[in-house]
Every structure is written in C-alpha cells, then in structure tokens.
C-alpha cells in the first residue's frame, strides 16, 4: 500500500509542476478552454486524486484514460467526440487489462485472506473448556485466547480437540484420537 501512495504523490507532484508551468505559458496567449489536452490533463489528476478517496480501484484507470487523451490530443488534435471515444476505449482498455495485475501486486487478494486465516485454525488443537455436545455450544482455548465452539460428538472438559473449520468467531471441533 505504501508503494501506491508513493505513486500518487509522485504523480500528482509532477502534475502540478508541469501544469503550473504549462498553465502559466498559456494563460497568457489562450483561454483555458481552447486547450483540450490541458482539460483533459486536470480531468485525469482529479480522477487520480479521487481514487485516493474513494473505495474500489476503478476510478484510477478513467484518470490513466484522461491522461492518455491528453496526450493524443497534444499530439494530433482529434474532434471533441473522437476525444471521448478514445478517452472510453483506453479507460476501458486499461481496466480490463491492468486492474487484476495491480491489485496482485499492490493489495493482498481476498481469497488468500481467507485461506491464510482459515490454515492457521483447521487442523490445530485446541483444549476444551466446558462440556458441549452435538446441538450445544461450548468454550475452547486456542491460542491463549477462548472461541465459541461446536462439535458433532460429545466433548468433556480439559478434552483436547482438533479445529476441523471456522465460522466467523466460532470453531467446529472434533476430538482427537489418542
């Protein structure tokens, strides 16, 4: 996570000074509105600075679109609606193509939250703390910390017991064969 913020604080520093300077060149021959790379520029950074604000990872590639567009049209200067078709086409392109590779790379992935979470329970032991049986909940001591458990046999107290899952706060068990 560190490594995006660096990214956006990079981004949009080098944004603001090569917009100020660029800005600063133009306001004196043009209006702000004659230059649509420079639209587009200030579209995609805010589209970049919302990203940080907002959940979801999507909005940065419509920034990634702008900033594409921006560049096209200081390049070659497309007609205002072939602006927004490459503005959709290479915001599009770029979710598609790149969002599950910066996710992998940036945030850890969901499932694997659940899997790491779900191996350091599943097979460990655990020592019963009060009697439970099937239908009944009891208490076990894992990890020096006390679960909610539930078991399909019948467990008596000081009983050591093997976690088979986890639900949420609550631990299925079975007992272990001496």
């Excluded at 205002?80 to 392109?93: D, V, Y």
């Excluded at 099937?134 to 050591?160: H, M």
Aim: charged share 15%; proline share 3%.
């Amino acid at each position: 996570m560190h490594e995006v913020s660096r990214l956006f604080f990079y981004i949009f520093t080098f944004g603001i000074t090569v917009s100020f300077r660029y800005f600063k060149s133009i306001y004196m021959n043009t209006s702000l509105f004659s230059k649509p790379e420079l639209i587009w520029f200030f579209a995609g950074l805010i589209l970049f600075l919302a990203e940080l604000v907002l959940p979801g990872f999507v909005i940065f590639f419509f920034g990634v679109g702008a900033w594409v567009t921006a560049l096209i049209c200081l390049i070659a200067h497309p007609g205002i609606n072939l602006q927004f078709i490459i503005f959709g086409i290479t915001s599009l392109l770029s979710l598609a193509a790149l969002r599950r590779m910066i996710q992998k790379k940036f945030f850890y992935p969901r499932e694997h939250l659940s899997e790491g979470v779900e191996d350091e329970f599943t097979g460990k032991e655990a020592k019963a703390l009060s009697a439970f049986g099937p239908g009944s909940q009891g208490k076990v001591e894992f990890k020096g910390t006390t679960w909610k458990a539930e078991s399909l046999s019948q467990i008596t107290v000081g009983q050591i017991v093997i976690i088979k899952e986890k639900l949420s706060f609550k631990l299925i068990v079975e007992p272990k064969n001496n």
